[in-house]
């Protein structure tokens, strides 16, 4: 039960935060202050929500409403990543710096039948949540290639924060996902000073990754995801390209399973 009423606030919050790009840069740093106070005071917030139902029952039904609402706005597992002309295109246009660009990050098998790429931003709560399925997906799938694609669209420290990840991924690429894993899975907002303890954490050259991050390479990568970003339409984080189609939102590992499942039904392929 308690566990139950820690969800509401949260949920509120989630149903009422705005949505577009430019609007996250602020419930980024809201969301992980509310996020991290939840976790440090459960009995504290449970108690309080348990109150205000008590003394307002007519807030359950409108909890209860405003939820269906949101679930019925929420698209199912199987309309996910739909083919419409306009994805396709876009895709099929950007195939190559999607799938295989000598900027990204690979994880699982560089030969997979199909492919996630994860537009990401290191202070998106939804993101942070999304890190588990990620992870599940790539540690029970043997088959599925997952490109990491930077997109710091959340303010000054998300982009910092990406240079610095960038840096590490160009200095040794396979002690990325353990700096990606501490870094995402870290609470409070993310800062270059936090990326860079990420970075001590795990080992990196810290002269060598400093000098890395005022790069060519660094800003080449940025400015690669931030346009192919604007190709596909994506505007959010975390936003994913599942074969032949594009998945707004956290949707939860079930959905992108689904959704990988699907595309290996099609004999259609763009990469």
């Not at 139950?4 to 740093?29: D, K, M, T, Y």
């Not at 998300?158 to 995402?184: C, G, K, N, P, W």
């Not at 998945?247 to 959905?255: F, K, L, T």
């Amino acid at each position: 039960m308690r566990n139950a009423l820690l969800l509401v606030p949260a949920f509120l919050f989630s149903i009422h935060a705005p949505q577009n790009a430019f609007a996250q840069e602020s419930r980024a740093g809201i969301e992980a202050i509310v996020s991290d106070y939840l976790a440090a005071h459960p009995d504290e917030v449970g108690a309080i929500v348990k109150d205000y139902f008590i003394k307002h029952p007519e807030a359950v039904g409108q909890i209860l409403a405003e939820l269906m609402k949101h679930r019925s706005s929420t698209p199912s597992a199987a309309s996910l990543g739909t083919k419409t002309g306009a994805d396709l295109a876009a895709i099929r246009g950007n195939a190559a710096k999607l799938f295989a660009s000598p900027h990204q990050v690979t994880l699982g098998n560089p030969q997979g039948d199909v492919t996630l790429v994860e537009f990401f931003d290191y202070n998106c709560g939804f993101c942070r949540h999304a890190l588990a399925d990620t992870l599940a997906l790539l540690h029970g799938d043997p088959q599925l290639k997952v490109v990491l694609k930077e997109f710091p669209i959340l303010g000054p420290g998300s982009t910092q924060a990406a240079r610095v990840a960038i840096a590490a991924r160009m200095q040794d690429s396979a002690r990325y996902l353990a700096f990606h894993q501490e870094l995402l899975g870290s609470a409070g907002p993310v800062t270059e000073e936090k990326a860079l303890d990420a970075a001590k954490d795990q080992g990196f050259d810290m002269a060598r990754l400093e000098r890395d991050m005022t790069s060519d390479e660094v800003a080449a990568t940025i400015a690669e995801s931030m346009r192919l970003a604007s190709a596909l339409g994506v505007s959010g984080t975390p936003s994913y390209v599942i074969g032949s189609g594009v998945i707004m939102g956290a949707v939860g590992a079930d959905a992108l399973k689904a959704r990988i499942k699907s595309e290996r039904g099609t004999v259609r392929s763009v990469q």
